[in-house]
């Protein structure tokens, strides 16, 4: 009997510990009252330069190059992971635009429920502004949460979203898409008109690709895209992002 009140006791204070770790009390109240799940099972999940090895990754969350301005927590290696379903999707969106002369260029793909923590911790310090001038110029910081540019869970953490633009073979240059990854305002949407004719035409390049191998786009972001079929829509994943949590 005490042996099974000492193992019933461990579960509880792991899950306990384990809560805590991913975010505060508050916000796990807020996941459990929506019915959202955690999970750290990376099973399901593969390496996306196996699936896709021309693919070009510069993983900004593990730079300092990202309107934080540092590197995010949860980000351990500069690689990115996806759920077989999407990448093998995106191997056929490769495929696809490489008749046309371009690979993709991967700058966000997984993230981990740690890393939308620190995003939300970020929002509310009014004071750290440093990457304001390249990410936010004409938006205050006090509206990022109320304009959904901060959310408190992201479609990228159930494991099936990608961020990505084009990258052209023959010039060697990433494509001109009128605007940066990550840019907070309406020269993001990709149906914004104020860019050139061509620039826009590269984005309906990107947008009409993914949207051939079952990739949803998101009105706000020309680079944000999501498997419309995902495999875990109600799940949010916390495991790193690292080789070691697919090479078990």
């Known amino acids: 009997m005490k042996n099974k009140l000492f193992k019933t006791s461990m579960i509880v204070l792991s899950a306990l510990c384990f809560l805590r770790n991913i975010n505060s009390k508050d916000s796990i109240a807020a996941a459990e009252k929506n019915n959202i799940k955690f999970s ?14 021309d693919a070009i990754l510069e993983i900004r969350y593990y730079s300092t190059y990202n309107f934080v301005g540092e590197r995010i927590d949860g980000y351990d290696e500069p690689t990115a992971l ?13 495929d696809e635009l490489a008749e046309k002369g371009y690979c993709l260029k991967i700058y966000d793909a997984y993230r981990p429920q740690k890393a939308v923590y620190h995003f939300e911790k970020w929002a509310k310090d009014m004071n750290d502004t440093k990457m304001k001038d390249y990410f936010y110029p004409n938006l205050e910081k006090s509206v990022l949460f109320e304009q959904g540019y901060i959310l408190n ?26 605007g940066t990854f990550d840019y907070f305002g309406e020269e993001s949407h990709p149906d914004y008109k104020n860019i050139t004719a061509e620039q826009y035409e590269n984005r309906m390049i990107l947008r009409q690709a993914m949207m051939n191998h079952g990739f949803e786009p998101l009105a706000e972001e020309w680079w944000h895209f999501t498997l419309k079929n995902e495999p875990y829509p109600d799940t949010y994943f916390t495991f790193p992002v690292s080789e070691n949590s697919i090479h078990k």
């Open 82 to 94: 996806l759920t077989k379903e999407a990448a093998t999707s995106l191997k056929k969106v490769s």
């Open 153 to 178: 869970h992201s479609g990228h953490s159930r494991g099936s979203t990608v961020d990505l633009t084009l990258f052209d073979m023959k010039t060697g240059k990433e494509v001109d898409m009128g």
């Open 40 to 53: 750290n099972d990376s099973s399901d999940f593969v390496l996306l330069s196996d699936i896709v090895p």
